[in-house]
Structure formats: C-alpha cells, structure tokens
C-alpha cells in the first residue's frame, strides 16, 4: 500500500497566519490526491482534489499543489474555523489511503 | 441536500457481529459509487470496503477481507455493511461516503456523520 506521510504532525499557529502542511507519498500518485478538514466529533470534508482543484464551496485561501510524491496544502489568512486536523488522501493507488494527520492548533 | 445517515454500531464482544446501515438521499443514489471507511481513535481514516452504484465488484481492505460484506439496496437508497468475526482491532467509528463517480477508487465528496463500533470482551 502507499504510504502517506504528513508533516508536521501539529502545530500552533495565529489567525491571520499563512501556514503550509505537506504529504508525502511512498511511491509516485501523479496527481491523484485529495485533501480533508475534521474537526473533532465530525466527518472529514472534502477540500481540494486532483491535487490543486478546489471543491465547490471552499473558501479561495485554502489552496493545493504538488504533483508525483510531495503535495502541500496552504491555508492563507488563517480562520478561526480553520482550527482543525487536516488529511489528504491518494486514489492512484489500490488501497486508497489516508496520511495521519496534521493538527493545527490555536497559539 | 446531501444526506447520508449511518446506524447500527454497538457495543460487540470479539468474534460477534453487526450489521450497519446507511441511507442516502439527495442525489441519484443507483449512479454513484459508495464506500464504507473507518477511523480508530486518534487515527486517521481508513478505507474499508467500496461498491459500484450498479452494485458490481465489490472491493476490500486487506484487513476486512472475508469477515466484512459490502451491499446496497438501490431501491431503499441503502448501504450496507455485514461485519462478522469482530476483532479489538475494528474498533472505530465508521463513516459512509459517497464516491464522486458510479465506480469507486477515487475520493469522497460527501460522508456521514458516523457511527461507533466497539469490540470488547
């Protein structure tokens, strides 16, 4: 299986904040990668998939890119409702799998 | 709207079995593909088990493989998912998601609100 690998695992950050997560892949995915919000007690919510295309409904300072095996998700201008675990997720490959998650915290 | 509204999880002692349920409406729910994926406390999620929208080849996780059976009943807007053998290991919530194409292997683009399994002894 492909194995995805976020970092960092958490960190704090400030509204208002630009912040970056990435996800590396274990082996090539092109651009088959899709990102999720959880916030606690939730479902996941679809973001970003195809690696940099936006779900509808999502605001514009949530962005995606990277192609291969290194993606990044970035968050400009952090919100309050921003505050949550963030995953991505690779369909390239069979099992599809999720990485472990990156927390962010408020500061 | 988009709903999708899981139930059945329990409380199960290992080698026991439960089946969920999911109903869906909103959509056209025969055309989309739809997967059952699970997350561990404090663990990310875990796709389990897909099947097409016209109920064709059934897939599985490794882990599931011949204890879990995935169906649909496109006439009841219903997934299902027959869990038998428990293990602790299955212990998690488990969401239902709904596919963004009538086939599966790619991403969800709507889920459940969940429901809980726990297998104790």
């Known amino acids: 299986a492909i194995r995805l690998t976020q970092s960092p695992s958490s960190f704090s950050a400030s509204t208002g904040d630009r912040v970056t997560i990435t996800c590396r892949a274990s082996?090539?995915?092109?651009?088959?990668l899709a990102w999720y919000q959880q916030k606690p007690g939730k479902a996941p919510n679809l973001l970003i998939y195809g690696a940099s295309t936006l779900q509808s409904g999502v605001p514009s300072r949530f962005s995606g890119s990277g192609s291969g095996t290194d993606f990044t998700l970035t968050i400009t201008w952090l919100q309050s409702e921003d505050f949550a675990t963030y995953y991505c997720q690779q369909y390239y490959g069979y099992p599809r799998t999720f990485g472990q998650g990156t927390k962010v915290e408020i500061k | 709207e988009v709903q999708l509204l899981e139930s059945g999880g329990a409380l199960v002692q290992p080698g026991g079995s439960l089946r969920l349920s999911c109903v869906a409406s909103g959509f056209d729910f025969s055309s989309y593909a739809m997967s059952w994926v699970r997350q561990a406390p404090g663990r990310g999620p875990e796709w389990v088990s897909a099947i097409s929208g016209r109920n064709f080849g059934p897939s599985y996780a490794d882990s599931v493989k011949g204890r879990f059976t995935i169906s649909r009943d496109n006439s009841k807007n219903t997934l299902y998912l027959q869990m038998d053998s428990l293990r602790a290991e299955d212990t998690a919530v488990y969401y239902c998601?709904?596919?963004?194409?009538?086939?599966?292997?790619?991403?969800?683009?709507?889920w459940g609100q969940g429901t809980l399994v726990t297998v104790f002894s």
């Open positions: 082996q090539h995915v092109s651009g088959y």
């Open positions: 998601a709904k596919e963004v194409l009538g086939v599966s292997d790619y991403y969800f683009d709507y």
